[in-house]
């Protein structure tokens, strides 16, 4: 087997994961576990995980699932709304398990009417996470009404986060699954602290392939794909090696019905697939010596953990993507559906 057909990694981590909660987690826990060190995990569920309490909770019902005898460490994320108590914020600090605060604006996306309606609402929480070095975890979109889908995650920058940086220059920021060059350009002009995590599905797909020749609900997801220029400029942020740019898969499943209707559910279920097909994006471009860096170490110096010691090892051969995969008794779509995915885990006994 030559060197271009296997690659041993470090173990990777996922810095942006929704697992949901209940009989899912039998499915999607070990989705991730049986390939990830650790993963971050978002807290909108319904209601959202706005205390300690409630986080270590999750955490528990999370560890029942995992993939027997992996390392697998779930951290944990809350939820910020308007009311939040800076209190949560000390004891978050206190809790290593617990390790950031997530920012949704009211309604941008899945499970998030509770989010901050005015940033100025949040600031003294902001100004105590600045002061013990908790990181904030930012959906980057505007949601009014009269800016365009496609360029509310540039308006956020212009009007939210530049100002809150100015503000904040000690906070650890960082923008979740960026789409557009103006987000790649943005953070690479930053100081250390501002960072940006990369989906798979950002990589490897524009607006057209989920627009030409009908409508394809499954590649939905928020923020929206966007065209291809930028596109380019996530493909070059990821292969750059630059170590502010990291994986965050985003993978965030739905029910088929509730995406295959008149008005579908954004995400895009990539856990069954993740880091096979980062391999073969990074791999497609000649790039499989930055898949570590991008995978594996950036996130965790990032957020100030060690580096995971296992390895794992990735080898180019085809498999094919179920159509479907059951969450309890309800089917939902993965990515890639029925399609052939090149590259595979290696002595992987879980597919
Ligand atoms: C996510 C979800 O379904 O929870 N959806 C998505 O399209 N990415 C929420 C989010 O991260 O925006
Ligand atoms: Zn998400």
């Known amino acids: 087997m030559t060197a271009a057909e296997l690659v041993t990694i470090t173990k990777p981590d996922d810095w942006h994961l929704h697992l949901r909660d209940e009989i899912a987690l039998k499915t999607t826990v070990p989705a991730t576990s049986r390939v990830f060190g650790r993963a971050i995990v978002m807290p909108n569920l319904k209601p959202p995980v706005t205390s300690v309490k409630m986080a270590l909770n999750y955490r528990s019902r999370i560890l029942e699932h995992k993939t027997p005898d992996s390392s697998f460490n779930p951290l944990m994320t809350l939820f910020l709304t308007d009311n939040l108590d800076p209190k949560e914020i000390v004891s978050l600090s206190n809790e290593e398990s617990v390790v950031a605060v997530k920012y949704y604006p009211a309604g941008a996306t899945t499970n998030s009417d509770t989010g901050v309606t005015n940033i100025k609402n949040v600031y003294r929480i902001i100004e105590k996470m600045a002061e013990l070095g908790v990181p904030l975890l930012l959906h980057g979109e505007v949601t009014e009404n009269h800016i365009d889908i496609f360029d509310r995650e540039k308006v956020f920058i212009e009007t939210i986060l530049a100002p809150l940086i100015e503000r904040y220059p000690d906070l650890k920021v960082i923008l979740e699954h960026i789409t557009t060059k103006d987000s790649v350009e943005f953070i690479e002009s930053q100081s250390s602290r501002v960072a940006g995590t990369i989906t798979i599905h950002h990589l490897l797909y524009n607006r057209n392939d989920m627009l030409v020749g009908g409508i394809k609900p499954h590649l939905y997801c928020l923020p929206v794909l966007k065209r291809n220029i930028h596109q380019t400029s996530l493909i070059r942020a990821a292969l750059g090696g630059n170590p502010k740019f990291f994986l965050g898969t985003d993978s965030a499943p739905h029910a088929r019905l509730e995406k295959e209707t008149s008005c579908g559910c954004a995400g895009v279920f990539s856990a069954p697939a993740a880091i096979e097909l980062y391999a073969q994006f990074f791999a497609d471009h000649n790039s499989l010596s930055k898949l570590e860096g991008f995978a594996s170490f950036f996130g965790a110096d990032f957020y100030g953990q060690p580096r995971n010691k296992e390895k794992i090892t990735l080898e180019f051969k085809?498999?094919?993507?179920?159509?479907?995969?059951?969450?309890?008794?309800?089917?939902?779509?993965?990515?890639?559906?029925g399609e052939a995915i090149n590259w595979q885990l290696k002595d992987s006994s879980e597919k």
């Open 318 to 337: 085809p498999w094919r993507m179920p159509q479907q995969y059951q969450l309890g008794d309800v089917p939902t779509v993965p990515i890639m559906a």
